[in-house]
């Protein structure tokens, strides 16, 4: 059964940081692309970050570069998203998703909320 | 960055009636424009890729057509468990977007 599990989100004060994992099972996960996808509460979906097979190549959106780092160890895998300087405006809830049905999100984690709040 | 508009915001429909949603482009895109389907408190699900190819286990009454900039989800005859909130999202280059959604609800 294919499956992604996050996990790792919470409360975190305005400056914190937080570390996201994200679990895989049931496909190939080395050979795919894979991304984080974050939906602020009643808003739309924002793409976060993605990085290819080998961790070579890594992307950012432009409201999280230079504060959020992607990872990934096929070893075990996992998937990571480390946050850093987090503000009130990254609350959300973070997903995880392969690029594993012709680069597009398949499948998708159930997700894991961040709150960024005083 | 390519920004991807939907429409409409809101779509008000009856069971059996026929669903279009648009999804524009600001740059041309070939074909690398996927929907998904989100329901509340759910993730997500991947429904067409490239366009018009329907992932599987996508209803066939769900299709995908448009290549460039403009765009079209169509569903055929609105089932009760397809009201949810349906975006758009492009591949065609970085930063990956997303559409704003269309929600499809229950008139």
């Known amino acids: 059964q294919v499956q992604l599990v996050e996990s790792g989100g919470g409360l975190v004060k305005p400056g914190g940081s937080l570390r996201l994992s994200c679990a895989a099972s049931?496909?190939?996960?080395?050979?795919?692309?894979m991304s984080w996808i974050r939906q602020a509460p009643g808003k739309g979906l924002e793409w976060v970050s993605s990085?290819?097979?080998?961790?070579?190549?890594?992307h950012y959106a432009d409201s999280v570069k230079g504060r959020f780092t992607v990872s990934r160890d096929n070893t075990k895998n996992s998937l990571y998203l480390q946050m850093n300087s987090l503000g009130a405006e990254d609350t959300a809830v973070y997903y995880c998703?392969?690029?594993?049905?012709?680069?597009?999100?398949?499948?998708w984690g159930q997700g894991t909320l961040v709150a960024v709040s005083s | 960055e390519i920004v991807l508009t939907q429409s409409p915001a809101t779509l008000s429909l009856s069971p059996g009636e026929r669903a279009t949603l648009s999804c524009r482009a600001s740059?041309?895109?070939?074909?690398?424009l996927a929907w998904y389907q989100q329901k509340p408190g759910q993730a997500p699900r991947l429904l067409i890729s490239?366009?018009?190819n329907r992932v599987t286990g996508t209803p066939a009454r769900f299709s995908g057509s448009g290549s460039g900039t403009d765009f079209t989800l169509t569903i055929s005859s609105l089932e009760p468990d397809d009201f949810a909130i349906y975006y758009c999202q492009q591949r065609g280059s970085w930063p990956r977007t997303f559409g704003q959604g269309t929600k499809v609800e229950i008139k």
């Open positions: 740059q041309s895109i070939s074909s690398y």
């Open positions: 049931g496909f190939a996960f080395s050979d795919y692309y």
């Open positions: 990085i290819n097979e080998r961790s070579t190549y890594s």
């Open positions: 490239d366009a018009s």
């Open positions: 998703a392969s690029n594993a049905w012709s680069g597009y999100y398949y499948p």
